[in-house]
């Protein structure tokens, strides 16, 4: 105890330190509640921002293009609907062009089988978070209940509206340069399958849901002008 003392005094330690007042005070047991809780809390890291430089171009035919803004169009300008459940779904759409593709050049068959499955899963997760206008998603609440998966569902229209996101998403899934250049070649391959078979994978004409309103004609251009500037820019 005695050395200790000795020590203490010799490095000028106050055995009753000053407790700080005021703003210091607070700033410091602030600091040290701080550093506590950032110790505790996972480490979230923020999103990667998108580079449009390293994004995946996907060409989208013109004559999908168009079936975009006629969509676009029908849901936010005219109050209208894809009727629910479709036939071909995406499943069906999906096997089909398999089935084409697996007649055309059959050594690619397992190559072009995962990435279908690939599309399919990609659609499912993603058809909820981003692929429906609002105006949709009561009809998404009633037509897929639980473990009910929209590509049983849904058809080439909401299919197609997931080739104008998967540029955003296949940039977040970090796939090598070399994958993303076969991805993109057979995602081309697929939309020329699409718009080959037009007139029967498309509706025609979308009804009219019966508790829809339907917004002011000013509001709607909008509505459809930004749609279209988006869709026509991809």
């Known amino acids: 105890m005695r050395k200790k003392r000795a020590l203490d005094e010799k490095h000028g330690i106050d055995k009753n330190p000053k407790v700080p007042r005021g703003p210091l005070a607070k700033s410091k ?3 040290v509640s701080r550093g506590r809780k950032r110790r505790n809390e996972p480490v979230i890291k923020p999103k990667t921002a998108l580079d449009p430089d390293k994004l995946v171009t996907i060409q989208i035919p013109p004559t999908l293009k168009k ?3 006629d969509d676009c169009e029908f849901i936010n300008h005219l109050g209208k609907l894809v009727k629910l459940p479709r036939s071909p779904n995406v499943k069906d759409i999906l096997k089909n062009y398999f089935d084409y593709r697996l007649k055309k050049c059959g050594s690619m068959a397992d190559s072009v089988e995962e990435i279908m499955k690939g599309l399919c899963r990609y659609f499912d ?11 949709e998603r009561q009809q998404y609440q009633e037509a897929c209940p639980a473990n009910v998966f929209p590509s049983a569902i849904y058809g080439a229209e909401h299919l197609l509206r997931l080739f104008v996101k998967l540029p955003e998403l296949l940039f977040h899934a970090s796939i090598e340069e070399e994958t993303l250049t076969e991805l993109r070649a057979q995602f081309l391959d697929f939309l020329r399958f699409l718009q080959k078979n037009h007139s029967t994978l ?20 909008m509505e459809t002008t930004n749609c279209g500037r988006k869709l026509l820019a991809n």
């Open 29 to 31: 047991s602030t600091n």
């Open 67 to 69: 079936q975009l803004l």
């Open 125 to 135: 997760k993603a058809l909820p978070v981003m692929l429906l206008y609002k105006t």
């Open 202 to 221: 498309f509706l025609s004409t979308y009804h009219v849901a019966e508790d829809m309103e339907i917004s002011s004609d000013k509001k709607e251009g």
